[in-house]
């Protein structure tokens, strides 16, 4: 090697990088590999003994002596390769969001108005996706799997369901056509086919389209961090199975955020806080009910939920048992290649439905009204009273707090001294009359206070109480 002939980073880009005339894109700092269907991550480590190996056969010859001498074998040159093949590539956009890159090609779409059209291409360097899905498009895929894996869904709920899922393939357009989509609140004990029906969607869409930041995660958002969400950017569905009920889910206020599609930050490591705008259907999985206490239009429309009342059961002995097949829960290559065919033509209709005539949300009505009140006792206290919101009310705080007391020795709240048996720490009790108007505006938002008559007591105006 003589060092006037050409430069030593060229030699590496020319033996290691475009050797067997392989395509590169760098993504996120880390480098890609064009492998025939996607653009495949290599990391550094990966990379490195070969860029090693090739720096440590270059060398010069001293005129003087004719030695041989390896100026170039050392680890920064090493480094140095990474980092000069980084800044040698154009940044390139990848995983266009109205595609979705399957095993045996492209399946992608496009808008006519309101008529969704669709079309089905070979691999393409020049399209880049960093992943592929592990199934092959089938136009005509038999849905007979598919049909099983959703009999875990109440009838009344799989229009619904398959409107909401569809439109995550296309949210921009659906928030154009539409506006807001809710996220989804999937609510169930037991082996329901929740977590099924989300391995599926993961493996229909390819994982690169599909995240799971926790409702934990939004929290964190809201206290400062901004790595754990990170990951949405670029994702059409965020997924996330939940292991315990969490307060107030309605008060996540960066989650909100990301269901109206406004901006957020990032950060990742190593890289300056960035901003984005997120583009996925939300989707919690929870095994009870959630903590909906704030204003009752502002969680409706936010907000989706669907029961799961069902169970799958080897052996069924009840009506709400449905026959287990082991294959939709243990078997992944059985989901991949018998389920998510039929379930990509399912989504692609619903995305079809839900653009040209948008999502009918009524039929979790009763299950969001369910939450709600599940989330808060002083619903059940109001309904035993009689107690309800009507313009132009009013009752006396006393009169109410009264009822209260009583209501609370009767349901093993308070003993017959008045101490607190139990006191839950999701739904606080209350425990002095003046902290009575402030909990029931979590049920009844427009109520006021004033103080009213020859007495001057205080009363809470809009409430009616009928029998108490």
């Known amino acids: 090697y003589n060092k006037t002939d050409t430069e030593w980073l060229d030699l590496v880009v020319r033996h290691v990088f475009l050797s067997q005339s392989k395509r590169w894109i760098c993504v996120d700092g880390l480098l890609h590999y064009w492998c025939g269907t996607h653009y495949k991550p290599i990391t550094d480590e990966e990379l490195a003994p070969s860029i090693a190996a090739l720096l440590s056969q270059m060398h010069v010859v001293d005129a003087r002596n004719g030695e041989r001498c390896y100026p170039w074998k050392r680890p920064k040159y090493v480094d140095e390769s990474l980092a000069w093949m980084r800044r040698l590539l154009d940044p390139m956009p990848v995983n266009p969001p109205n595609a979705i890159n399957c095993a045996n090609g492209v399946v992608s779409w496009s808008w006519a108005g309101r008529r969704l059209n669709y079309t089905f291409t070979p691999h393409d360097p020049d399209t880049a996706f960093t992943y592929v899905t592990a199934y092959a498009y089938d136009p005509e895929a038999n849905p007979q799997h598919l049909w099983r894996l959703l009999e875990a869904v109440e009838p009344g709920d799989r229009d619904t369901l398959q409107r909401i899922l569809g439109s995550g393939l296309d949210l921009t357009k659906y928030r154009a056509t539409r506006g807001r989509p809710r996220a989804v609140l999937m609510i169930g004990e037991g082996s329901n086919g929740k977590d099924t029906i989300r391995t599926a969607l993961r493996d229909t869409l390819g994982s690169r389209n599909f995240t799971s930041c926790t409702l934990a995660d939004f929290r964190q958002y809201d206290q400062g961090r901004k790595f754990p969400i990170a990951p949405l950017r670029g994702a059409s569905v965020n997924w ?229």
């Not at 009920?245 to 008060?251: E, G």
């Not at 009840?318 to 829960?329: M, N, T, V």
């Not at 243990?330 to 619903?350: K, R, S, T, V």
Request: proline share 4%.
């Open 240 to 468: 996330s199975s939940e292991n315990s009920q969490f307060v107030h889910i309605d008060n996540l206020q960066s989650l909100k955020a990301a269901i109206s599609g406004e901006e957020l930050s990032y950060e990742l490591k190593g890289v300056q806080e960035s901003q984005f705008v997120p583009s996925s259907l939300f989707v919690f999985n929870l095994n009870k009910d959630p903590s909906l206490s704030g204003d009752q239009v502002a969680i409706e429309t936010r907000f989706h939920v669907f029961k799961f009342r069902k169970t799958f059961m080897a052996t069924p002995t009840e009506s709400s048992h449905i026959q287990a097949d082991p294959r939709l829960k243990d078997d992944p290559d059985f989901i991949q290649q018998q389920i998510c065919p039929a379930f990509l033509n399912w989504l692609l209709e619903g995305l079809s439905l839900s653009i040209e005539y948008g999502i009918d949300y009524s039929s979790g009505r009763q299950a969001m009204e369910d939450v709600r009140r599940a989330s808060c006792h002083l619903w059940e206290f109001c309904d035993a009273i009689g107690l309800h919101y009507e313009e132009g009310a009013s009752v006396s705080v006393k009169r109410v707090w009264e009822a209260l007391q009583t209501w609370y020795r009767d349901e093993g709240y308070l003993d017959a001294k008045d101490r607190w048996l139990m006191d839950p720490v999701s739904d606080r009790t209350v425990k002095a009359p003046r902290l009575l108007v402030p909990a029931l505006r979590q049920i009844f938002p427009k109520l006021a206070s004033a103080r009213g008559g020859k007495s001057r007591d205080r009363l809470i105006e809009g409430l009616k109480m009928d029998s108490w």
